[in-house]
């Protein structure tokens, strides 16, 4: 019997089977006939770039979707560098999912614009809707949060992840109808103002379901027992503000309600705390995979206590006040780390503030073997202490170093950091996503172009000579999706040299370095398949020819020019006439 | 391992610059000037920098690393964890972590950040130096013995409490503001009840 007279549904019970996209897509290149009966049964859609394709397009190939994640803003925008109004807007999306995708049941958006008219017309249309992600999102109200609250009667999963939410008051949390019994993650973390506490508990205590719950700063930590005692079930909880008035019922209270919590993996929030509540999640500690003191401005020796108790954590985000003892302390407990965050608690200060340094990050590569998704800021570097940690950890999957002030060298050597992060890439074979920084030359990206064969996202600053270090980059990395890149001495020729390349990425970011205008235009000329975008919010880039652009982004599309540019924003495609109207 | 120091361009079909620029890029091995291009001088960092641009007209020479006034962008950090370390900080100035100081008979007040001081002698120390005055010994059944001048706080309930009474973190947390009382007002709060 051959493959070809096995009957459709027997065929996409198998395809069922395969859940990733690329096997997905690899399927789909097999035959027509396994085209077509792949792309009915495909339930789950990615799309990195809401510009790259349009979404009648996306809806018209695979019409029996379930879940679509979009991404919008490049990811720069976190650090201000997309002026507002550049775009990223979901509402087509959602207008055209909301006759397209009837039976939708999950959105996940990152890094785009929502409307509250968008969450509305989500929850007028969509009647099996059940996930809603918005991270990094901005442009909604409460208002558009009440109606999904109120119209959405199979809600599963709420989170707003650091998005940006206005606050009109009204008690939307109140909006949920006490049918509503099917919760299982709200996380409203970012929300600036007070939710209603008792809309809240009693939304808790009706959905037996909730294993996620992540308050907002405004809930006290008085009230936080309270709710505990109402799911100790939770297995992923954020605290509220955790400072109160030191008093002894308030601590025993909240300790006896943390120790009924038996399944807590997860603990974030953590905002002012007061370090004598912090016995209270003791009991807990044992059980705790995910840890995230990010926002707690608490000192070193309390950290110490924490982190000593929780000898299955698998991720910790901090803040630098952890210093090197604490990362020692972290090294020396948790053997399963596979993640650690280290973030900055005066980052705009001079001078450092605290006792954290390069040896840190080293003790903890030494002593934890699972250790493979690192995001360090820190002031100073060896070349000897980064090819330690790379023959330390060859398993690592994502470095992301930020010596925060720009191009520092080595501090014992005074040499640019080039061999440093050479032996990263040549040790790790698996790295997926790289950040520099740090004094370095063209050999750097000499060395990731030669070994980084599965880098698919690399982020440089303040780095490079001259074009040939672009030029490594993008004619050697064979993975590489994603490249940003912000203030290096990168032109023409590495760009253009490569034009090839950049249809095989999914975007190119790179502002303040020298590409020139010309060079945007015949790039744009060149590569119909490329949205080469330009943005100046001083004026038209043609009127200056002879500075370079200040902010260039390039993405492959399948849809042409997007029709949503405001106007500091500039196609420069195939008439050299910058734009239609 | 060998490399090629130049990028050979006329293989490819793609002519770059504009027509007449000369490739005035070297591949330099040695350590770049801090002023990272070599030719651009209109990188000029003003539009960038947020702060004071006293380095507008950086010059190539210049090898003091960019200036410490904040570039956009930089370093990498979101937002929204921005937002909330200015959250914080100007919550604890609202807070009442940044506390007016009033004694009684000095013609204005001063203003003090309780969070600099690490216990209530570093603070009582910085009162005394402040106002010119010494307070008496504390003992937590009298209260402050041997001197007419007395701290006292309001506490967030607007009660005037004794400075001392309460441990020191709680202390900063619930101190709106401090007066050093004189005299027989004095007297009254720190005389055992």
């Not at chain 1, 990152?110 to 969450?119: C, H, P």
């Not at chain 1, 990010?294 to 020796?301: C, G, K, M, V």
């Not at chain 2, 070297?26 to 990188?43: A, E, F, G, W």
Request: proline fraction near 5%; charge should be negative; include cysteine.
């Amino acid at each position: 019997m051959s493959y070809s007279s096995l009957p459709e549904d027997v065929l996409e019970h198998v395809f069922s089977f395969v859940q990733s996209d690329k096997d997905r897509n690899v399927i789909s290149l097999v035959c027509k006939s396994w085209y077509e009966i792949e792309r009915w049964c495909r339930r789950r859609i990615f799309v990195g770039n809401c510009y790259a394709v349009s979404p009648r397009m996306a809806i018209r190939r695979f019409p029996e979707v379930r879940s679509v994640e979009l991404k919008g803003k490049p990811h720069f925008a976190d650090f201000n560098l997309v002026p507002e109004g550049w775009g990223g807007y979901v509402y087509p999306w959602i207008r055209a999912m909301a006759g397209g995708y009837p039976w939708l049941e999950e959105l996940k958006l990152k890094r785009m614009v929502v409307t509250d008219e968008s969450l509305e017309l989500i929850a007028k249309s969509l009647k099996n809707f059940k996930v809603l992600v918005l991270s990094s999102c901005e442009g909604f109200s409460t208002h558009g949060l009440a109606a999904i609250a109120a119209d959405c009667k199979n809600l599963k999963e709420l989170d707003l992840w650091e998005s940006d939410v206005e606050d009109p008051s009204g008690n939307w949390l109140s909006k949920f109808p006490d049918t509503c019994t099917s919760l299982v993650s709200l996380n409203i973390a970012c929300l600036g103002s007070e939710v209603s506490f008792s809309a809240l508990e009693r939304l808790v205590v009706r959905c037996p379901n909730l294993r996620t719950l992540r308050l907002n700063r405004a809930v006290p930590l008085e009230k936080l027992a309270h709710l505990l005692r109402q799911a100790p079930q939770l297995v992923e909880l954020g605290t509220g503000t955790y400072s109160a008035d030191l008093r002894p019922d308030i601590f025993s209270n909240l300790a006896g309600a943390f120790s009924g919590c038996k399944e807590l993996k997860s603990l974030s929030g953590f905002w002012d705390v007061v370090p004598a509540y912090l016995p209270a999640v003791y009991s807990v500690c044992s059980g705790l995979t995910t840890l995230n003191l990010s926002y707690a401005t608490i000192q070193s020796p309390d950290l110490i206590k924490l982190v000593s108790q929780c000898p299955k954590l698998q991720c910790l985000w901090v803040l630098d006040y952890i210093e090197d003892s604490g990362l020692e302390a972290l090294a020396a407990t948790c053997k399963d780390l596979r993640e650690l965050r280290v973030f900055p608690s005066e980052p705009f200060g001079d001078e450092p503030n605290v006792s954290l340094t390069e040896q840190g990050l080293v003790l903890v590569s030494e002593g934890c073997p699972k250790l493979e998704s690192v995001l360090y800021f820190c002031r100073r570097m060896s070349n000897d202490a980064l090819v330690t940690i790379a023959k330390n950890r060859p398993s690592m999957i994502r470095f992301r170093l930020c010596i925060i002030d720009p191009q520092t060298p080595d501090y014992l050597t005074l040499e640019p950091l080039d061999v440093g992060f050479g032996a990263i890439v040549q040790h790790c074979k698996d790295l997926r996503r790289l950040s520099l920084s740090g004094l370095l030359t063209d050999r750097v990206f000499e060395y990731i172009g030669t070994y980084a064969k599965k880098l698919e996202m690399l982020s440089v600053a303040f780095a490079g000579e001259s074009d040939l270090g672009l030029h490594h980059v993008l004619s050697g990395c064979d993975s590489l999706r994603k490249l940003e890149i912000m203030d290096c001495p990168f032109g023409d020729k590495a760009l253009l040299a490569n034009a090839a390349k950049l249809e095989t990425m999914r975007s190119l970011w790179m502002s303040s370095c020298s590409v020139s205008f010309e060079a945007c235009k015949l790039l744009g000329q060149k590569m119909p398949r490329l949205n080469v975008e330009v943005i100046d919010e001083s004026g038209p880039p043609d009127s200056r020819p002879e500075l370079p652009v200040k902010k260039l982004y390039i993405y492959r599309t399948v849809t042409g020019r997007r029709i949503d540019m405001p106007g500091f924003v500039w196609n420069v495609g195939e008439d050299s006439a910058l734009r239609l109207s | 391992m060998a490399f090629e120091r130049d990028l050979n361009l006329e293989a490819t079909e793609l002519r770059l610059g504009l027509p007449g620029t000369q490739e005035s890029r070297s591949n330099k091995r040695s350590l770049p000037d801090m002023n990272i291009v070599d030719d651009q001088d209109h990188r000029s960092g003003s539009s960038r920098v947020i702060a004071n641009a006293s380095n507008a007209t950086k010059s190539e020479e210049e090898t003091t690393p960019p200036s410490k006034t904040q570039v956009v962008g930089w370093p990498p950090i979101r937002s929204y964890r921005k937002n909330s370390l200015q959250a914080k900080k100007s919550e604890a100035e609202a807070s009442g972590i940044y506390v007016k100081v009033s004694m009684d008979g000095a013609p204005y007040l001063r203003k003090i950040h309780l969070n600099i001081y690490k216990d209530y002698p570093e603070l009582l120390k910085a009162l005394e130096d402040m106002f010119k005055f010494k307070v008496g010994e504390y003992s937590e059944s009298e209260g402050y013995n041997g001197s007419e001048f007395v701290p006292t706080y309001e506490d967030k309930d607007g009660d005037w409490m004794l400075v001392g009474d309460v441990p020191w973190e709680m202390f900063i947390t619930s101190c709106k503001r401090l007066r050093v009382m004189k005299g027989s007002e004095a007297r009254g709060l720190g005389c055992a009840v």
